[in-house]
């Protein structure tokens, strides 16, 4: 390597290590993408304003954690699930890749003039079903009416307290070189369940959005790893790609992905590949990426692939100490690639 | 998955770098083209670089369609853009294209109504939907694009549909390329013949490469093994003495291309004089437009664009990138002040873009230990 093109690398190195500074005159979809814009919004413009370093999924207070999430996605109904549903688990969720136990949720509905009670008692027993089905109550909350046109059709906001788990001791900055990266399924479907349910693409594929509760499969993790476990998180948007990237940043420290051992099925593989879109982006809403202390690593995916549901966990990939922040990706094909944050949005508002 | 997997065999791909490694000679360094921005692609994606010797350089050329648009020509599209009976429809990376004063994705946060679509059928569907408003397509790319805008607007004229609207920014390959060679500070073995362009004019358009210029070129597909062996094909060539049109790609590419979808480019579209290229300036019948039996869906003659040029940025070296004459990291901008979350050139925006793929998938020194 030539030493000019390294020390532009490094250049290009020192420069992203800087921390985001938001300076867009206007917000556009990219910052709600959860890439690169939205940890500029997040940490240039919220946290300096609110003195904290960065705003967690869920921060925690005095053995509680708390959380809130809003939900906007388009269409409101889609194969697998429903905004009600994902405004649930996604709470519910975040809750407890931090380690806390879900015990009730606050909603918040935003409803358009003209929305069918048909839909909306649809959406209101799906909330139900899923709080039940995650052991959560739903004990609090607010309705608010705009004018037509002014949302589609509804949207929701949860906010959810969890008790913390005695047996966690999580924290995005307490990865090591030599941990396991663990997934907890197949990744990919949400977002392409989404995608191909907008009718967008004359396109069709049996790919069902995969929201559910994770808390069984932390649950799981924590009896079977206990303190062995770094950090768990939760591949929303920007997919498992942004979490590992988000990780690698908080605790300085290098990742290599194994391309060939990530679990993905055959038909988001095909949907991916013709859309031209990368999995590893791809939104979910039932999988979770765990970091898991090396010596744990065989009895933490055994555990997670003990949980209904959970054949197709599989580890990915290691931490390594050098380049630090940086995601690696060794491809099937024998190349080697980074693999960074997403830029732009491909898939606008899949929850 | 069948048909996609077999091309991407890593046991395969090694013993292709073996053979290129006994092909070359140790003291020569040799600089080959890959013309298309999909390949560019490629080579990032799975590392191909990775298993090249280190005396054999793949130098990326111009084919990136969003690449090679004008900033004059992005503003003339956000002017038609933030006319408010237009629905404005473009490809995802167009909406980020830098023009002279924001991207179309900052004109949408103002208020103009850009949709992003798939297929310029996609398009049409929102004119038939929209009766009350007129939707304009952006058409952007080479010979691989045209004919599906072709066919739109052939399904529109026999639809009678009066509220869809092409602006037109389809280019074609073989001008720049002989730009390109015309240049002095260029010195190439050989090309890597755009794959997906060929499926459209066939091979036989690349045959002024070795005729006129003395240059070996090579029609490859897409997958990494398909560039492994197109980069072995050429360097043979080169040791055999060999310099003539070799088509790697035959299990898509016909000789003689696809004479119903040049029919139909020949009836939809017709020549300009000369088209801006970013980087590159005019270079004459290079770009294409409406010809007069499709005038009345012509945005250009619809909404009077204002016909803007704007000069690049000057810290901007898209056209050196674009031209090969320099790496995307000798850009003085490139990862600092241009970014693809904050592009300066059209070479980060589009994932075929030099720079974007470099940034994206190749911004780590290869002989840096991972530990």
Same mark, same amino acid.
């Given at each position: 390597m030539a030493t000019r093109e390294q020390q532009a690398l490094e250049l290009i190195e020192r420069v992203r290590a800087k921390p985001p500074r938001f300076r867009d005159t206007q917000i556009t979809m990219a910052h709600g993408a959860g890439g690169k814009a939205t940890l500029t919004l997040i940490e240039g413009l919220l946290a300096p304003a609110f003195g904290i370093e960065t705003l967690a999924d869920a921060a925690t207070l005095d053995g509680l954690a708390l959380t809130t999430d809003s939900f906007v996605v388009k269409p409101l109904r889609f194969p697998g699930g429903s905004i009600g549903e994902l405004a649930v688990n996604g709470t519910v969720n975040d809750l407890a890749v931090a380690g806390a136990r879900p015990l009730a949720l606050t909603l918040s509905l935003v409803l358009e003039e003209g929305l069918s009670a048909e839909e909306l008692r649809a959406e209101v027993e799906a909330i139900a079903r899923a709080a039940e089905s995650a052991g959560v109550g739903v004990i609090a909350g607010d309705t608010k009416v705009v004018e037509r046109g002014r949302c589609d059709g509804m949207y929701v906001t949860t906010t959810g307290l969890g008790r913390l788990d005695p047996r966690a001791t999580l924290g995005p900055a307490s990865l090591r070189p030599g941990d396991r990266l663990l997934v907890s399924g197949p990744i990919g479907e949400h977002g392409i369940a989404i995608m191909l349910a907008r009718g967008e693409f004359e396109l069709a594929a049996p790919v069902e959005s995969d929201t559910h509760s994770l808390w069984p499969e932390v649950d799981a993790l924590l009896d079977a790893a206990g303190d062995a476990l770094r950090c768990i998180r939760d591949?929303?948007? #920007? #997919?498992v790609a942004s979490v590992l990237n988000e990780l690698a940043r908080a605790s300085g420290v290098a990742m290599i992905v194994r391309e060939a051992h990530v679990p993905v099925r055959a038909e988001v593989t095909g949907a991916c590949e013709i859309l031209g879109i990368d999995p590893m982006y791809v939104a979910n809403e039932g999988v979770l990426v765990a970091a898991v202390a090396p010596d744990a690593a065989e009895v933490a995916l055994a555990a997670l692939r003990s949980v209904p549901g959970g054949a197709a966990a599989a580890e990915i990939g290691e931490v390594k100490t050098e380049p630090p922040g940086l995601v690696l990706v060794e491809t099937g094909f024998g190349g080697r690639r980074v693999m960074d944050l997403l830029v732009g949005d491909p898939l606008p508002r899949i929850c | 998955m069948r048909f996609v997997d077999e091309f991407r065999d890593a046991e395969l791909g090694r013993a292709l770098a073996a053979e290129i490694l006994a092909t070359v000679e140790p003291g020569r360094h040799y600089k080959v083209m890959e013309v298309c921005g999909g390949h560019t692609h490629t080579i990032y994606k799975y590392g191909v670089?990775? @298993?090249?010797?280190?005396?054999v350089e793949l130098v990326h050329g111009p084919g990136c369609p969003v690449c090679v648009i004008p900033m004059g020509r992005v503003d003339d599209g956000i002017a038609v853009a933030l006319r408010p009976e237009v629905i404005f429809t473009c490809f995802?990376? @167009? @909406?980020?294209v830098p023009g002279g004063a924001g991207s179309l994705l900052d004109a949408k946060a103002e208020g103009a109504d850009v949709r992003m679509v798939y297929s310029p059928l996609d398009a049409l569907r929102l004119a038939r939907e929209n009766p009350d408003r007129e939707v304009v397509f952006l058409a952007v790319g080479f010979e691989t694009t045209a004919p599906s805008t072709a066919l739109t607007l052939m399904r529109a004229k026999a639809e009678r549909i009066e509220n869809f609207f092409v602006y037109c920014n389809h280019v074609t390959i073989v001008p720049p390329l002989r730009a390109l060679l015309q240049s002095p500070d260029l010195r190439l073995d050989g090309f890597i013949g755009p794959g997906h362009v060929s499926t459209v004019v066939g091979a036989r358009p690349f045959e002024f490469l070795p005729r006129d210029y003395g240059k070996p070129v090579v029609i490859s597909g897409f997958e990494p093994l398909d560039l492994l062996q197109s980069v072995h094909m050429v360097l043979r060539q080169l040791a055999d003495g060999r310099c003539e049109v070799e088509n790697q790609y035959k299990r898509v590419v016909p000789y003689e291309g696809n004479p119903q979808a040049l029919a139909v480019l020949a009836e939809v579209f017709e020549l300009r004089p000369h088209f801006e290229w970013r980087g590159l300036g005019f270079i004459s019948h290079s770009g294409l437009r409406l010809s007069e039996r499709y005038a009345e869906f012509d945005a250009e003659l619809r909404y009077h664009v204002p016909g803007v040029r704007v000069a690049d940025p000057k810290a901007c070296q898209c056209g050196e990138v674009l031209k090969g004459v320099i790496k995307p990291w000798e850009c003085k901008v490139f990862g600092t002040a241009c970014t693809p979350e904050r592009p300066i050139g059209t070479c980060m925006v589009s994932s075929e873009g030099a720079c974007a793929a470099y940034y994206n998938y190749g911004r780590f020194a290869r002989e840096r230990a991972v530990v």
């Open positions: 591949a929303t948007r #920007g #997919g | 670089d990775d @298993m090249l010797p280190e005396n995802g990376d @167009m @909406m980020r």
